[in-house]
């Protein structure tokens, strides 16, 4: 990891009106649990859904699209990577650095506004805050390292991600069982539900996957993806205008 | 820095074709019309893109894939992108300290003193001119003294005083040893600066070595004129006569433009087409010829003197 690089990248992330666009969703995950607590009161069925469906299966994968995707993929877009690629540095080190800050600002944006929302809505009840937080943690590290290898593989990184997000976890996975396995979201669900306790089920909180392996499957594609990126990255073909 | 028959294609498409070339100390323009190849040639060496064909080393090294080549080489990209969020100051020691400098802020204030940019070293760098953007890319190659500098059209955008101090700047540099290469379509750009070039055309290496002998190869090649006249025919005998041209012949004029026939009635298609052997001569004695002959010589311009065409002839030598 380069501290340098990861300065740079946050620079870039966070800069302009980008910010903004990371604070609008942890601000109507807020709002809403929020509206929650104050309509139905300290409702646990209510708060798993509301953490399961929005803040698990919306907020935590777009955030982690927009800073995994946005770490790499607009320098790739724009040449400017140029400067960091024409450095006597690793491209893993690259890769690590960039992942990181796209974990950081997925952590701030996404697994603490998890942590406020299940406080707000149910408190210390059965751990759920603090199980959706670890969940939403461990989540966006995945989408990140995920979003940051499509970014280097392919200039499309935003649909391709979006596809998978919208089409595959939430469409096809609501309706083909099967598609859950291959479901980021499931296996942070199975995190969740481990740290919940044996409580979990009788609240109705359950993922497709167990424990071992949501978190055998979470590793292969952390450790995989970030690894892989770094590979295509020192492979990375830079062209002129030409 | 050698390429040995280096060849780059994308797809179907031959963007390189089979380029031996050395390139040492001092400045060397890398010069050819848009599309040549330039920037395909330069990120090789860069050890950006990997050849199709061929190895690219500096001092025995293979440049691609090879990370610690950048502490000898510097590059100057042709694209604009850039960290434009962050200040010229913060941006340039950045560089400086991505190549871990043992005092990487003198070298980045070196660095920008050399551009001349200090002045405004604190402003971000998105409220820059091309100008200024260019500068600043010049000096986060130059922070960490390369060996070698790579710099692709550096001009563009470039006002003539700017110009004119980067000149300099690449003249002193490559007089210091260091090996600069630079590409450009412009010939002016590379003829004041380049004692060497190397000249690319549709991909291939069409020619290389000092400036003056590549112009004079230029220059001594056959010129084509358009001419056109009150009597086109007697001049063309007269030229014809005289033997300072190749070929002489009566056509209707491609370009479209007005003529006049024999007659003297304006005639909007005929026009001599005129290939000289000498261009000295030709030139010296074809309103002689006019005069003599009492033909009144209405326009006289090169039919390919357009650089492509300059460099195509480059090619068939």
Redesign the interface.
Known sequence: MNAIVAQLTARSLLGRRRVLLLLLLPGVLLLLCGAVRLLAGSDTTVSIGVLSSFALGTVVPLLGLIAGAGSIGPEIDDGSIVYLMSKPLSRHSIVHSKLAVAVAVVTVVAAVPTLLAGFVMSGTEASLAVGYAIGAFVAGLAYCALFVLLAVITRNAVVVGLIYVLIWESLVGSFVPGAQVLSIQQWALAITEKVVGSSAGTLGLSSAVSFGTGVVLLAVIVIGCTWYAGARLRKLRLTGNE | MILDNVSRWFGNVV?VNDVTMSVGPGVTGLLGP??A????V??MM?G???PSAGTVTLDDEVVW?N?????R???V???????D??SAWQFVL??A????LPDSEAAAQKALNTVQMSDVKDRDIATFSKGMKQRIKIA??LVHDPQVLLL?EPFNGMDPRQRIQLMDLLHTMGDGGRTILFSSHILEEVEQIAGNIQVLVAGRHAASGDFRDIRRLMTERPHQYWIRSDNDRALASAIIAEQSASSVELVADSRGGSGYSTTGARDTTAALHVEATDVSRFVRVLPQLAARHGIRLYEVSPADESLESVFSYLVTR
């Open positions: 963007a848009n599309g190849g330039k920037s395909t330069i990120n860069a950006f893109l990997a894939r990370e610690e080549i950048y502490r080489i510097g590059l990209p042709e694209r604009e992108g850039m960290y969020t962050v950045a560089n300290k991505l190549h871990r986060t190659a692709d």
